[in-house]
């Protein structure tokens, strides 16, 4: 594993949990970039792939960690250097100019936490309306999914506790946290995100299915067994 010794002070983190991602992990590090004042963070949860020398390559610091996202993600913010921390899945790729957009976003006092718009990358008319209610949701009703890429201020993110380790719903769990001290912003500009979860079971049965897990989770049904519903309960 890489080493992060050397390198300049970041003022942003970059996280990215990763478990067999060889494929999209190289595409989500090369949107982050290297630049002054960010750092890549890849926190792998034991990938039998190339995963950890791709983003080694990328310039990334990579560490190892138990598999589970809200783990993984907590294990990548435990060591990270920025004042920020934004976490990144390893199939989405960040706009260009990001970082700025970030800082001036969390520069409002009135601002907990924010993501970007939501984006998929396949042409079809079933995405492009799962778009629009992602979107909708996110700007509306202040939940952003972690799709996304959600940012915050590390000190905040500690105070709160940092992700609950649960198997599912780790996002909507920050973010409602989140929601009580301050705004939840949603930038206009996009994160791309890979349309694989959705074309695996077909876009509509998709949604439906994180539909029900989301009312699962709000009627109080433990998040072990609503992933055990839906295998490792990685659909959304």
Same mark, same amino acid.
């Given at each position: 594993?890489?080493?992060?010794?050397?390198?300049?002070?970041?003022?942003?983190?970059?996280?990215?949990?990763?478990?067999?991602?060889?494929?999209?992990? #190289?595409?989500?590090?090369?949107?982050? #970039?290297?630049?002054?004042?960010?750092?890549?963070?890849?926190?792998?949860?034991?990938?039998?792939?190339?995963?950890?020398?791709?983003?080694?390559?990328?310039?990334?610091?990579?560490?190892?960690?138990?598999?589970?996202?809200?783990?993984?993600?907590?294990?990548? $913010?435990?060591?990270?250097?920025?004042?920020?921390?934004?976490?990144?899945?390893?199939?989405?790729?960040?706009?260009?100019?990001?970082?700025?957009?970030?800082?001036?976003?969390?520069?409002?006092?009135?601002?907990?936490?924010?993501?970007?718009?939501?984006?998929?990358?396949?042409?079809?008319?079933?995405?492009?309306?799962?778009?629009?209610?992602?979107?909708?949701?996110?700007?509306?009703? *202040?939940?952003?999914?972690?799709?996304?890429?959600?940012?915050?201020?590390?000190?905040?993110?500690?105070?709160?506790?940092?992700?609950?380790?649960?198997?599912?719903?780790?996002?909507?769990?920050?973010?409602?946290?989140?929601?009580?001290? #301050?705004?939840?912003?949603?930038?206009?500009?996009? $994160?791309?995100?890979?349309?694989?979860?959705?074309?695996?079971?077909?876009?509509? *049965?998709?949604?439906?299915?994180?539909?029900?897990?989301?009312?699962?989770?709000?009627? #109080?049904?433990?998040?072990?067994?609503?992933?055990?519903?839906?295998?490792?309960?990685?659909?959304?």
């Amino acid at each position: 594993m890489n080493s992060s010794k050397g390198k300049p002070a970041a003022s942003l983190s970059v996280i990215i949990p990763a478990l067999n991602e060889a494929r999209h992990i #190289g595409a989500a590090l090369d949107s982050a #970039g290297r630049r002054a004042g960010v750092e890549t963070i890849v926190v792998d949860g034991g990938s039998r792939d190339a995963t950890t020398v791709v983003a080694a390559s990328r310039g990334a610091t990579v560490i190892a960690c138990r598999p589970g996202r809200a783990r993984q993600m907590n294990a990548g $913010a435990a060591v990270a250097g920025g004042r920020i921390l934004l976490f990144l899945h390893a199939d989405t790729r960040l706009p260009a100019g990001y970082a700025g957009h970030v800082h001036r976003a969390l520069a409002s006092k009135r601002v907990a936490a924010g993501a970007f718009s939501l984006k998929i990358d396949v042409q079809r008319p079933a995405l492009r309306f799962i778009e629009k209610v992602a979107n909708f949701r996110s700007r509306v009703l *202040k939940m952003p999914y972690g799709d996304q890429g959600i940012f915050v201020g590390k000190r905040l993110f500690r105070r709160l506790g940092g992700f609950a380790d649960m198997p599912i719903m780790e996002d909507f769990d920050l973010v409602r946290r989140l929601q009580r001290m #301050g705004d939840i912003v949603t930038l206009p500009q996009v $994160a791309l995100t890979s349309a694989r979860r959705w074309e695996h079971l077909g876009a509509l *049965k998709t949604w439906l299915i994180n539909q029900a897990v989301v009312c699962a989770y709000l009627g #109080g049904f433990d998040p072990r067994r609503i992933a055990g519903w839906y295998g490792t309960g990685r659909l959304r």
